[in-house]
Protein backbone atom coordinates (compact mmCIF):
# COMPACT_ATOMS: atom_id res chain seq x y z
CA UNK A 1 0.00 0.00 0.00
CA UNK A 2 1.42 3.13 -0.89
CA UNK A 3 2.68 5.44 1.94
CA UNK A 4 -0.14 7.76 3.83
CA UNK A 5 0.23 11.32 2.45
CA UNK A 6 0.56 12.76 5.80
CA UNK A 7 0.95 16.39 6.41
CA UNK A 8 2.59 17.41 9.66
CA UNK A 9 1.66 21.32 10.70
CA UNK A 10 3.35 23.04 13.57
CA UNK A 11 -0.19 24.37 15.56
CA UNK A 12 -4.15 23.91 15.10
CA UNK A 13 -4.43 27.25 13.99
CA UNK A 14 -2.16 25.89 11.09
CA UNK A 15 -3.93 22.85 10.54
CA UNK A 16 -7.12 25.03 9.76
CA UNK A 17 -5.81 27.37 7.56
CA UNK A 18 -4.43 24.59 5.50
CA UNK A 19 -7.26 22.54 5.45
CA UNK A 20 -9.15 24.93 4.43
CA UNK A 21 -6.88 26.03 1.54
CA UNK A 22 -7.24 22.29 0.26
CA UNK A 23 -10.96 22.10 0.96
CA UNK A 24 -11.07 25.36 -1.42
CA UNK A 25 -9.10 23.69 -4.12
CA UNK A 26 -11.50 20.65 -3.81
CA UNK A 27 -14.22 22.71 -4.19
CA UNK A 28 -13.43 25.33 -7.00
CA UNK A 29 -12.45 21.79 -9.15
CA UNK A 30 -15.49 19.64 -8.10
CA UNK A 31 -17.39 22.34 -9.17
CA UNK A 32 -15.46 24.14 -12.24
CA UNK A 33 -15.60 19.98 -13.81
CA UNK A 34 -18.90 18.70 -12.66
CA UNK A 35 -21.07 21.97 -11.38
CA UNK A 36 -21.23 20.61 -8.07
CA UNK A 37 -19.21 19.63 -4.89
CA UNK A 38 -20.87 17.23 -2.68
CA UNK A 39 -18.86 17.03 1.06
CA UNK A 40 -19.46 14.85 4.38
CA UNK A 41 -18.60 16.94 7.33
CA UNK A 42 -17.07 15.94 10.48
CA UNK A 43 -17.99 15.55 13.69
CA UNK A 44 -16.65 16.30 16.69
CA UNK A 45 -14.35 19.66 18.21
CA UNK A 46 -11.49 19.55 15.64
CA UNK A 47 -12.82 20.55 12.63
CA UNK A 48 -14.32 23.65 14.27
CA UNK A 49 -11.57 26.17 14.22
CA UNK A 50 -11.43 25.31 10.14
CA UNK A 51 -15.24 25.82 9.36
CA UNK A 52 -15.22 28.90 11.27
CA UNK A 53 -12.23 29.81 9.07
CA UNK A 54 -13.55 28.78 5.74
CA UNK A 55 -16.99 31.24 6.57
CA UNK A 56 -14.68 33.80 7.45
CA UNK A 57 -12.14 33.80 4.71
CA UNK A 58 -13.99 32.02 2.01
CA UNK A 59 -17.09 33.43 2.09
CA UNK A 60 -16.43 35.42 -1.01
CA UNK A 61 -13.79 33.08 -2.85
CA UNK A 62 -16.41 30.15 -3.48
CA UNK A 63 -19.38 29.44 -5.37
CA UNK A 64 -21.29 27.95 -2.38
CA UNK A 65 -24.46 27.84 -4.00
CA UNK A 66 -22.81 24.48 -5.47
CA UNK A 67 -21.78 23.09 -2.56
CA UNK A 68 -24.16 20.41 -1.21
CA UNK A 69 -23.52 19.55 2.60
CA UNK A 70 -23.94 16.30 4.11
CA UNK A 71 -22.43 14.57 7.82
CA UNK A 72 -19.92 11.30 8.24
CA UNK A 73 -22.26 10.91 11.46
CA UNK A 74 -24.52 12.42 14.41
CA UNK A 75 -25.29 11.88 17.57
CA UNK A 76 -28.93 10.91 18.30
CA UNK A 77 -30.07 14.19 19.54
CA UNK A 78 -32.10 16.68 18.05
CA UNK A 79 -30.46 19.07 16.00
CA UNK A 80 -30.40 22.30 18.54
CA UNK A 81 -28.50 20.05 21.15
CA UNK A 82 -25.08 21.10 22.69
CA UNK A 83 -23.48 17.31 21.41
CA UNK A 84 -24.81 17.51 18.08
CA UNK A 85 -22.72 17.85 14.80
CA UNK A 86 -25.24 19.31 12.79
CA UNK A 87 -25.39 22.54 15.24
CA UNK A 88 -21.67 22.65 15.80
CA UNK A 89 -21.48 22.64 11.93
CA UNK A 90 -24.39 25.17 11.46
CA UNK A 91 -23.22 27.64 14.24
CA UNK A 92 -19.83 27.47 12.60
CA UNK A 93 -20.29 27.62 8.77
CA UNK A 94 -23.38 26.64 7.45
CA UNK A 95 -25.34 29.74 9.12
CA UNK A 96 -22.70 32.25 7.65
CA UNK A 97 -22.23 30.92 3.88
CA UNK A 98 -25.13 30.33 1.38
CA UNK A 99 -24.83 26.72 0.74
CA UNK A 100 -26.36 24.74 -2.06
CA UNK A 101 -28.04 22.58 0.09
CA UNK A 102 -27.75 20.83 3.80
CA UNK A 103 -28.81 17.22 4.50
CA UNK A 104 -28.72 16.62 7.84
CA UNK A 105 -28.65 12.99 9.48
CA UNK A 106 -31.83 13.20 12.10
CA UNK A 107 -30.77 12.50 15.36
CA UNK A 108 -33.76 13.28 16.67
CA UNK A 109 -35.28 10.02 15.31
CA UNK A 110 -35.92 6.77 15.74
CA UNK A 111 -31.84 5.62 14.82
CA UNK A 112 -33.05 2.89 12.36
CA UNK A 113 -35.74 5.67 10.57
CA UNK A 114 -32.87 8.25 10.70
CA UNK A 115 -30.55 6.08 8.84
CA UNK A 116 -32.60 4.52 6.17
CA UNK A 117 -33.93 8.20 5.57
CA UNK A 118 -30.35 9.47 5.39
CA UNK A 119 -29.73 6.52 2.61
CA UNK A 120 -32.57 7.25 1.11
CA UNK A 121 -31.70 11.16 1.16
CA UNK A 122 -27.95 9.69 -0.24
CA UNK A 123 -29.24 7.97 -3.24
CA UNK A 124 -31.67 10.46 -4.38
CA UNK A 125 -29.25 13.28 -4.58
CA UNK A 126 -26.47 11.29 -6.27
CA UNK A 127 -29.04 9.11 -7.92
CA UNK A 128 -27.18 5.79 -6.68
CA UNK A 129 -24.52 5.06 -4.75
CA UNK A 130 -23.05 7.94 -3.00
CA UNK A 131 -19.88 9.59 -4.30
CA UNK A 132 -18.98 12.48 -2.13
CA UNK A 133 -16.18 14.78 -3.75
CA UNK A 134 -14.82 14.97 -0.42
CA UNK A 135 -15.63 13.46 3.10
CA UNK A 136 -14.28 15.08 6.46
CA UNK A 137 -13.04 12.65 9.10
CA UNK A 138 -11.80 13.51 12.77
CA UNK A 139 -9.88 10.33 14.78
CA UNK A 140 -10.73 9.47 17.97
CA UNK A 141 -8.40 8.43 21.13
CA UNK A 142 -9.61 5.29 20.35
CA UNK A 143 -9.08 5.10 16.96
CA UNK A 144 -12.46 5.41 16.00
CA UNK A 145 -13.40 7.56 12.99
CA UNK A 146 -16.89 8.94 12.04
CA UNK A 147 -19.42 6.82 14.08
CA UNK A 148 -17.27 3.85 13.41
CA UNK A 149 -16.42 2.51 17.37
CA UNK A 150 -14.11 -0.14 17.96
CA UNK A 151 -15.66 -3.65 17.77
CA UNK A 152 -19.24 -2.12 16.83
CA UNK A 153 -21.72 -3.97 14.64
CA UNK A 154 -21.29 -1.23 12.02
CA UNK A 155 -17.88 -2.09 10.82
CA UNK A 156 -18.91 -5.49 9.41
CA UNK A 157 -21.67 -3.23 7.54
CA UNK A 158 -21.25 -3.20 3.66
CA UNK A 159 -24.64 -3.56 2.26
CA UNK A 160 -26.01 -0.02 3.59
CA UNK A 161 -24.71 3.40 2.51
CA UNK A 162 -25.56 4.46 6.15
CA UNK A 163 -26.52 2.81 9.49
CA UNK A 164 -27.75 3.16 13.46
CA UNK A 165 -24.55 1.54 15.71
CA UNK A 166 -25.34 0.92 18.90
CA UNK A 167 -22.00 1.95 21.28
CA UNK A 168 -21.42 0.32 23.96
CA UNK A 169 -19.32 2.32 25.92
CA UNK A 170 -20.89 5.14 25.24
CA UNK A 171 -23.95 3.93 26.05
CA UNK A 172 -25.32 5.46 22.98
CA UNK A 173 -26.40 4.71 19.33
CA UNK A 174 -24.93 6.65 16.75
CA UNK A 175 -25.11 7.19 13.36
CA UNK A 176 -22.94 6.75 10.90
CA UNK A 177 -21.19 6.46 6.92
CA UNK A 178 -20.61 3.38 6.48
CA UNK A 179 -16.94 1.97 5.46
CA UNK A 180 -18.15 1.40 1.78
CA UNK A 181 -19.23 5.03 1.61
CA UNK A 182 -16.68 6.54 2.95
CA UNK A 183 -14.05 4.52 0.90
CA UNK A 184 -16.26 5.34 -2.40
CA UNK A 185 -15.19 9.00 -1.92
CA UNK A 186 -13.15 10.66 -4.30
CA UNK A 187 -10.85 12.25 -1.59
CA UNK A 188 -11.04 11.87 2.09
CA UNK A 189 -9.16 13.89 4.75
CA UNK A 190 -8.62 13.19 8.35
CA UNK A 191 -8.03 16.09 10.36
CA UNK A 192 -6.33 15.29 13.43
CA UNK A 193 -5.07 17.42 16.79
CA UNK A 194 -3.94 17.08 19.80
CA UNK A 195 -1.40 15.05 21.75
CA UNK A 196 -4.34 13.09 23.06
CA UNK A 197 -4.62 11.48 19.72
CA UNK A 198 -0.76 10.51 19.40
CA UNK A 199 -1.04 7.06 20.62
CA UNK A 200 -4.18 6.20 17.86
CA UNK A 201 -2.66 7.88 15.33
CA UNK A 202 0.68 5.93 15.60
CA UNK A 203 -1.34 2.64 15.33
CA UNK A 204 -3.45 3.83 12.95
CA UNK A 205 -0.80 4.92 10.45
CA UNK A 206 1.94 2.33 11.46
CA UNK A 207 2.19 -0.93 12.76
CA UNK A 208 -0.77 -3.83 12.31
CA UNK A 209 -3.03 -3.00 15.23
CA UNK A 210 -6.60 -5.01 13.56
CA UNK A 211 -8.93 -2.50 12.11
CA UNK A 212 -11.68 -3.75 14.48
CA UNK A 213 -9.65 -2.13 17.67
CA UNK A 214 -8.44 1.12 15.29
CA UNK A 215 -11.71 1.36 12.36
CA UNK A 216 -10.07 4.38 10.70
CA UNK A 217 -7.31 1.93 9.30
CA UNK A 218 -10.56 0.66 7.31
CA UNK A 219 -10.54 4.26 5.15
CA UNK A 220 -8.90 3.37 2.07
CA UNK A 221 -10.42 5.14 -0.26
CA UNK A 222 -8.91 4.50 -3.82
CA UNK A 223 -6.59 7.53 -3.49
CA UNK A 224 -5.65 6.70 -0.04
CA UNK A 225 -6.91 9.41 2.39
CA UNK A 226 -4.93 12.60 3.44
CA UNK A 227 -3.82 13.28 7.18
CA UNK A 228 -3.90 16.78 8.02
CA UNK A 229 -2.49 16.49 11.72
CA UNK A 230 -0.95 19.10 13.95
CA UNK A 231 3.03 18.19 15.63
CA UNK A 232 2.05 17.02 18.72
CA UNK A 233 -1.01 14.42 17.22
CA UNK A 234 2.13 13.75 15.08
CA UNK A 235 4.52 12.93 17.57
CA UNK A 236 5.00 9.44 18.09
CA UNK A 237 5.31 8.40 14.24
CA UNK A 238 8.18 7.09 12.94
CA UNK A 239 9.51 8.27 9.38
CA UNK A 240 8.06 11.84 8.95
C1 LIG B 1 -18.16 12.56 16.51
C2 LIG B 1 -17.19 12.46 15.39
C3 LIG B 1 -16.01 11.66 15.77
C4 LIG B 1 -14.90 12.67 15.95
C5 LIG B 1 -13.79 12.09 16.78
C6 LIG B 1 -12.77 13.18 17.11
O1 LIG B 1 -19.36 12.59 16.27
O2 LIG B 1 -17.66 12.68 17.64
O3 LIG B 1 -17.60 12.34 14.21
O4 LIG B 1 -15.60 10.68 14.86
O5 LIG B 1 -14.43 13.09 14.67
O6 LIG B 1 -14.33 11.58 17.97
O7 LIG B 1 -13.44 14.14 17.88
P1 LIG B 1 -12.70 15.49 18.37
O8 LIG B 1 -12.44 16.28 17.13
O9 LIG B 1 -13.69 16.13 19.28
O10 LIG B 1 -11.43 15.04 19.05
Known amino acids: MSPP ?3 VFEAPQDLAEATAKAFAQEAKRSIRENGCFAVALAGGS ?3 AFYELLAARYRNALD ?3 IHVFFSDERTVPPDHKDSNYRMAYE ?4 RVPVGSVHRMRGELDPPEAAVLYEKELTAFFGGPPGFDLVLLGVGEDGHTASLFPRTPALNVNDRWAVENPVQKLETIRLTLTV ?3 NMARQVTFLVAGEGKAEAL ?3 LEGDAPPRDYPAKLVRPAG ?3 WFVDRSAA ?4 NL
Open 224 to 226: GPD
Open 202 to 204: KKV
Open 64 to 66: WIG
Open 92 to 95: ALLS
Open 235 to 238: SLLG
Open 180 to 182: PTI
Open 5 to 7: NVY
Open 46 to 48: TPK
